[in-house]
């Protein structure tokens, strides 16, 4: 479920912050000298003492050339009240996360009699059930000419090339769903057709994979470019899930990088 897994992450998220603000503040405290700061305004001008002991209502003149003290201890007193309140949310956020349970919407649906789901259209799917309707999307493949080599994954999927087949079974490896050559569309109007539409179970986001697989070859190039830059372009695209890989002859795709790519945006 996107939205329980969305709050999640965003939740862990801020308590991994909390914890580094956290860590900083309490640096800074174990460097700060002993003591308080007080201050007090005459004639216009403030004059800074240092409390060592909570009897002494003045405290000690701190001189002007001394000031950094004063500085000091102002900034230990902003740090220990800043604490108390990032301890507090960090105390908040712990304790929603102990008691969330986010499979608990998915859970009504199949907590339902079996009489009762074949009625019922569920709010919020499975992963099985997500992933099986993503697969299903009916689209228009772009198909292969009559002379064009016949590559084959083991999924028995048409393909253009050696190095989609490691793609493919790669994916396939890692039970990453995907779909071979899915439209890209921007206002009804197909921009691109990228060699794989996946999709990243634990997150439901999709990711472009676009596999460059003849960078020594300028007319090649050019075009895929182009083809870049439509996505580019394109206002509803999210650049941020285009996968891109590359080879040229000399230099051919890297099976370390395919399986980077996945564990860094598909697991």
């Not at 909390?18 to 309490?26: A, F, R, S, T, V």
């Not at 919407?105 to 789901?117: C, Q, T």
């Not at 099986?132 to 016949?150: A, C, H, I, N, V």
């Amino acid at each position: 479920m996107q939205g329980s897994i969305q709050i999640l992450s965003a939740l862990n998220d801020l308590k991994r912050e909390l914890e580094w603000q956290l860590y900083k503040i309490n640096e800074r405290i174990e460097d700060a000298p002993e003591g308080y700061l007080r201050i007090s305004k005459t004639r216009n001008k403030y004059q800074f003492y240092l409390r060592t002991d909570t009897g002494d209502t003045r405290g000690k003149y701190i001189p002007y050339k001394e000031k950094n003290t004063a500085v000091q201890l102002a900034q230990k007193d902003y740090d220990l009240r800043l604490r108390a309140v990032l301890e507090e949310q960090l105390k908040e956020v712990d304790r929603f996360l102990k008691h969330y349970e986010p499979d608990a919407a998915v859970k009504v649906y199949e907590d339902l009699s079996e009489a009762r789901r074949l009625l019922v259209t569920p709010e919020y799917l499975t992963d099985d059930e997500y992933v099986r309707k993503w697969l299903d999307t009916p689209y228009q493949k772009l198909g292969f000419r009559s002379d064009d080599p016949e590559y084959f994954t083991e999924n028995n999927e048409r393909v253009r090339s050696k190095s989609e087949i490691i793609i493919a079974n790669t994916l396939r490896s890692h039970n990453i769903p995907y779909r071979y050559e899915f439209p890209v569309y921007e206002d009804g109007v197909v921009i691109a057709a990228p060699d794989f539409n996946c999709l990243n179970v634990r997150t439901r986001k999709e990711y472009y994979w676009e596999h460059l697989g003849m960078m020594g070859d300028d007319a090649y190039v050019n075009k895929n470019i182009r083809k870049i830059e439509r996505y580019t372009l394109a206002k509803h695209f999210d650049e941020s899930r285009l996968i891109l890989t590359f080879e040229t002859d000399k230099h051919p795709l890297n099976t370390r990088i395919i399986e980077e790519k996945i564990r860094r945006y598909l697991l």
